[in-house]
């Protein structure tokens, strides 16, 4: 995929058009630099861009008032993958972890990753198998992203100390 989701339009910033985007990243440092986002399937132009108070906060090339972005309220923002976050050293973007396989060093398949969610203290990581489970993405646990293989390696001991089975 060549576009990757940062975030969500909050709301309208003042009366001249500045949207307010809540991030999905705590590392944002580089999205001032962005010059085209895509929002409700469209591109557009980035005339401003700032980060202040944990959000991004950006003026969208030709909508100049608080009419013209109201509707973008609630609508997912995504850059150029060209763009985004330089990737450390075992980190993925999350829409690479989608479709992953999750296995142990010896091959044992756990199920596939469906969805990652956060809800602040790490990433909860969502799996279909016959049984239907989720496990944080915290110390010790992931071992290695084979993304290419569509793999994601756990540490089998680890992993069986803080997964969560659906009934």
């Not at 990757?4 to 307010?20: N, R, Y």
Request: glycine share 6%; aromatic share 8%.
């Amino acid at each position: 995929m060549d576009k990757i989701a940062v975030g969500v339009v909050a709301k309208p910033q003042g009366l001249k058009g500045e949207i307010k985007v809540q991030v999905y990243s705590s590392e944002m440092s580089h999205l001032v630099n962005v010059t085209s986002v895509f929002v409700a399937c469209k591109e557009y132009g980035v005339a401003s861009s700032v980060i202040r108070q944990g959000s991004w906060y950006i003026k969208l090339q030709g909508l100049n008032s608080i009419n013209d972005v109201e509707n973008l309220r609630g609508q997912e923002v995504f850059i150029l993958r060209s763009q985004a976050h330089k990737k450390n050293k075992n980190e993925e973007y999350v829409v690479d972890m989608i479709d992953c396989k999750i296995v142990d060093k010896n091959g044992k398949e756990y199920g596939t990753v469906d969805r990652v969610e956060n809800y602040g203290a790490s990433d909860i990581i969502f799996c279909s198998s016959k049984t239907n489970f989720s496990f944080p993405n915290v110390a010790g646990v992931i071992k290695k992203y084979d993304i290419d293989n569509q793999k994601i390696v756990v540490d089998a001991k680890r992993f069986e100390e803080v997964v969560v089975y659906e009934n």
